[in-house]
């Protein structure tokens, strides 16, 4: 069976454009590329890890192939509030602030545990050593936290 998006159509596709989740979840790198745009009918090479990201793709206008009438106006798309606008509406940037939170403190408590390595077993690092009952000394990770 022949997969039409992997034919060439210059004759009706403007390009390529990044649709992606609008989640929680979905790391600020993907959502700082939300809408980018390939031109070309030839969808970009790079794979998109489906969880966060997928090349839609877009028509030319009516016009720009010969066709005298209006665009059809976007729509929404899903999120994980419900159906927003094509461009993320007001909830994008929420997710992008939220995410700079989520990811930026991560980056704080690794470079905390990196600075401090007592806090290691409080901070994830030191999960399953044998000596984490914070009880006394371990003689291979030092004193004890508690």
Not at 108 to 127: N, S, V
Request: proline share 6%; glycine share 10%; hydrophobic share 40%.
């Amino acid at each position: 069976m022949v997969n039409l998006l992997d034919m060439q159509n210059d004759d009706i596709l403007a390009g390529w454009q990044m649709s992606v989740t609008m989640q929680l979840r979905t790391p600020l790198k993907w959502l700082q590329r939300h809408r980018e745009f390939h031109a070309g009918a030839n969808r970009p090479a790079e794979d998109l890890p489906q969880e966060h990201a997928c090349w839609v793709p877009v028509t030319k206008t009516w016009r720009s192939i010969g066709i005298d009438a209006d665009e059809i106006p976007e729509t929404t798309m899903a999120s994980q509030i419900g159906q927003i606008p094509v461009d993320g509406g007001d909830f994008l940037p929420f997710l992008m602030e939220y995410r700079m939170i989520v990811e930026g403190a991560r980056d704080a408590l690794a470079d905390l545990e990196k600075r401090t390595p007592k806090y290691a077993a409080l901070l994830g690092g030191g999960r399953g050593r044998s000596c984490d009952t914070f009880e006394g000394d371990c003689a291979e990770h030092g004193p004890a936290l508690g």
